[in-house]
């Protein structure tokens, strides 16, 4: 039996070279002539569900586009029957009927094998009745739920002025493009009923007629829930009056509202729910389908729509400036030079996408220059904080080879740092795209049984926002800093780690907050640091890599625990880095882990959900406490009031700039070596490392 050789300096520095060459010269040749990089975004099979669904509602059937969408939804079909969340998740019965509903509709016959068993996982859960009030919105329109079983919205809130209580300005902005034109379609309840043999009567245990159509009363007759359903009944019974001042003048408004807001490429928000809802709203007040404004809102999802040879899928959002951004440093970090055509052509056209116009956080946000970045392609109206500290951090990182793009650089990235001190929130955070958008009382009201009706600070995203002023020359002493450093303490879980609100979960908040910390000039040995650290090094799986589910939003015994995946290693291993530990042996591990899991190409695979659209909690913002089964707000697995998210360029950008981070911080990789293994196939093999002390 042959002996290894004893690995060299020569052979470690060439495996990890070569990892990181093959991930360069792979996100390299996907880069769009424009300079752009664009991952797909995948979430659940509502999109395709509801996308057929709208297009019977607009009569704008296509029956090739029905077919191929019926055989995404059929794929996307669970071993039970069910239709989930996230990948492996447990079947959610909302998701569930709806996806049911769309295929009898594209004329799957309910006799099909697939169709009885989805049919029999939703009767299980208690069929139509058991389902979310966005399904049942959606079931309304075509006649298959009562109207009176669904929330109202009355028009005339579009009067109340930006300091009174529920005014639209105080939801979030994705909930408040939302609910402007979901207040049409809540005030005139339009229908249009589908043929017999579509009809879902057959998911309804106790018959059709039997059903009780009023909202869930609240059991607790004492709270702000109970509240607010007495004031439900209240504006259903001024809505039957024959006479209501304003109302037409309110629907006028709102309607104006709606047009306004429609962006460049057709969609409102950037995000499917106030697209599809806008279009029904201004087809049922006559807009024709060639109406511009329909028929941009159409051909917006045509553009962004995947298709293939027997499927047609639809993306909740498109996210071109988040993926260009954390590329272009994951390139950098990893050693490809800034004057590489590549970089200097998504520098340039990082600049370009700044947003240099007005939006909705202008309401509270008063005499400051837009300057922030959009995660999509066009959606000037609602710039996030987010994407603006990561544009920053890559623009930063990029010196123009012309003096004039330079220049220009420059100042989009004085115009992105003030714009961003600007959202600053009152408790040092930040939140997302707006500024102190935190009034919970509104998260109680019936339409708020899934996703986040606010949008207050998140850890993760103040991190960013700090780390992106460190690289501008911002310390401790700037005030913006030291409260934004207090916050994040302030955020911090006993046992260590911090909350993620726009990734899964404790790995990606704590894979926000060292480097952040790290930035500032933070002394890493502190206890509140070591704790996180360590923290993390107890989660660690046996493969040397991390992995945290979905779950953990709503059970503390699954925080940092779950099959290992590329993007949250890397979040991990970036966070021990800043912590500095380059030459602890789980840090060696974790490299190991990304080093032996690349494909040939240069990519990694990763089935997992690891973003985060919406964790299912009302607030948008941890819980002090998360909801036990039988309390409100509680979902079980199914994360049923919950959005996940699969970025396709989360399982390649990450692990690259974690690997080059790595290879920066003293060029110390594991020993590695290239052997035959038991089975004979000569995949690359790991010498375990030397156990370093921790010096914690």
């Known amino acids: 039996m042959p002996v290894a050789p004893t690995p060299t300096r020569k052979m470690v520095d060439t495996e990890l070279a070569d990892t990181i060459k093959r991930s360069q010269e792979y996100l390299l040749s996907i880069q769009h002539p424009d300079g752009y990089w664009w991952g797909e975004l995948e979430s659940n099979p509502t999109m395709e569900a509801e996308y057929l669904l709208l297009t019977y509602f607009l009569d704008a059937v296509d029956k090739e586009r029905w077919r191929k969408l019926a055989n995404y939804i059929l794929q996307r079909q669970q071993d039970d029957g069910s239709w989930g969340q996230y990948y492996d998740a447990p079947g959610d019965v909302s998701t569930s009927v709806e996806c049911y509903f769309a295929l009898k509709l594209a004329g799957k016959s309910p006799d099909l094998p697939e169709m009885q068993k989805a049919r029999e996982f939703i009767l299980s859960k208690g069929g139509v009745p058991e389902v979310r009030v966005f399904t049942k919105i959606w079931l309304a329109l075509f006649g298959q739920w009562d109207w009176k079983g669904t929330p109202t919205m009355p028009p005339e809130m579009m009067y ?47 018959g059709w007629t039997d059903d009780n159509y009023r909202l869930p009363k609240p059991k607790d007759l004492f709270s702000w829930r109970s509240v607010f359903y007495y004031v439900d009944m209240v504006i259903k019974a001024y809505q039957a009056l024959p006479f209501k001042p304003g109302r037409k003048q309110a629907l006028r408004k709102i309607e104006e509202w709606t047009v306004d807001h429609q962006e460049e490429d057709g969609s409102w928000g950037g995000i499917q729910p106030p697209w599809v809802y806008s279009l029904i709203a201004l087809y049922h007040r006559g807009y024709p389908l060639d109406h511009p404004v329909m028929k941009k809102g159409l051909e917006g999802f045509e553009r962004f729509a995947i298709e293939d040879e027997t499927t047609w899928r639809v993306q909740a959002c498109v996210s071109p400036v988040w993926d260009t951004c954390l590329v272009q440093i994951g390139l950098l970090d990893s050693g490809l030079p800034p004057s590489h055509p590549a970089v200097q052509s998504s520098t340039k056209w990082l600049v370009e996408e700044q947003v240099r116009s007005g939006g909705d956080w202008q309401v509270n946000v008063k005499d400051v220059e837009p300057g922030g970045w959009a995660f999509e392609f066009a959606n000037d109206n609602y710039p996030d904080v987010d994407d603006a500290a990561e544009v920053i951090i890559a623009l930063n990182m990029a010196p123009m080879e012309k003096e004039e793009d330079e220049v220009e650089k420059k100042r989009a990235i004085e115009r992105g740092a003030r714009w961003m001190l600007a959202m600053q929130c009152s408790n040092g955070g930040w939140a997302a795209f707006d500024k102190d958008n935190d009034k919970s009382l509104l998260s109680k009201i019936p339409f708020s049984d899934f996703g986040e009706t606010l949008d207050p600070p998140s850890v993760d995203v103040a991190s960013h926002a700090v780390e992106a002023l460190a690289k501008l020359g911002y310390t401790r ?40 910390l790290e930035a500032i000039g933070e002394d890493m040995q502190q206890p509140y640091v070591r704790r996180a650290g360590e923290w993390l090094l107890s989660h660690q ?11 953990s939003y709503i059970d503390e015994s699954s925080w940092g625990k779950g099959p290992s995946t590329p993007s949250q290693t890397a979040w991990a291993l970036m966070a021990l880095l800043a912590a500095g530990e380059i030459d602890h042996i789980a840090t060696q591990k974790g490299v190991h882990y990304l080093v032996t899991t690349q494909n040939d190409d240069g990519t990694w695979d990763e089935p997992y959900y690891t973003g985060t659209g919406f964790p299912g909690y009302g607030v948008g913002q941890r819980l002090k406490g998360l909801p036990k089964p039988g309390e409100p707000g509680y979902q079980g697995a199914e994360m049923g009031a919950g959005f996940m998210i699969k970025y396709h360029s989360y399982r390649n950008c990450w692990p690259l700039m974690a690997l080059g981070r790595f290879r920066n911080m003293g060029n110390r990789a594991p020993e590695i070596l290239t052997t035959t293994s038991n089975n004979g196939s000569g995949t690359p093999s790991f010498r375990e490392p030397r156990e370093q002390e921790h010096r914690s």
Do not use: H
């Not at 902005?173 to 005030?187: D, G």
């Not at 916050?487 to 990606?508: C, H, K, M, T």
């Not at 799986?541 to 779950?551: H, K, L, P, V, Y």
């Open 160 to 206: 109340l002025p930006t300091w009174a209580p529920f005014n639209i300005y105080q939801f979030s902005s994705w909930a408040r493009a939302t609910i402007v034109p979901m207040t049409i379609i809540l005030t005139d309840k339009p229908c249009k009923p589908v043929p017999d043999w579509a009809s879902i009567q057959d998911l309804y245990p106790d």
């Open 541 to 551: 799986n046996e493969d040397g890599g991390w992995g945290e589910s979905c779950q």
């Open 477 to 516: 002493e700037d005030p913006a800093i030291d409260r934004a450093y207090k916050y994040i303490l302030d955020e911090q879980e006993e046992e260590g780690p911090w909350f993620g609100r726009w990734g899964v979960n404790y790995i990606y908040g704590t894979g926000a907050v060292l480097p952040a």
